[in-house]
């Protein structure tokens, strides 16, 4: 290869660097970021044990007639067919406003009703209730402690 197109491919990537920058400020400023589609995600986000951590936990619960306390169902196993890693994405685009829950089809609902009925086969209810919990966790020396809990949302689904 010529030492002059050995030159023009350096100039070419180097000029295409700022574009695919441009590119992903745009991308980003208009939809969300496109990681790690063009360039790989900075560390600012890095791991601080010092800090306090916030986890938000959905929980599902029914009410039995016979029990006093309402009974918690997983996600993980009323969404069986979900895998973990995408179930807390699932939730959070389908169950995490009012506007969401209005929209479920109402063969969905009758789908939720059939897999709690597969877990509690005496369950006569017709409502799911939905909560998002804030959950505060501190680093001690020790391991991790749970500080504290805070109801964000809570919803009730008719079935």
Known sequence: MKRKTIKRIFWVFIL?????????GIVGFVKSEPWPAFVLPAFKGVFDAQAQTVVRRTTFS???HQADKP???????????IQRSQLRGFLRNHFSNSR???KLDPEAKIWMKNRIHQYYPSWKGDTLYLKWVDEYYNFTPTGVRLDSTRLSKSFTISL
């Open 71 to 81: 009974i918690t169902i997983p996600p993980y196993k009323l969404f069986k067919g």
């Open 16 to 24: 295409l660097l700022p574009v695919q920058y441009a590119v992903v």
């Open 100 to 102: 969401q829950l209005a």
């Open 62 to 64: 029914i009410k039995n």
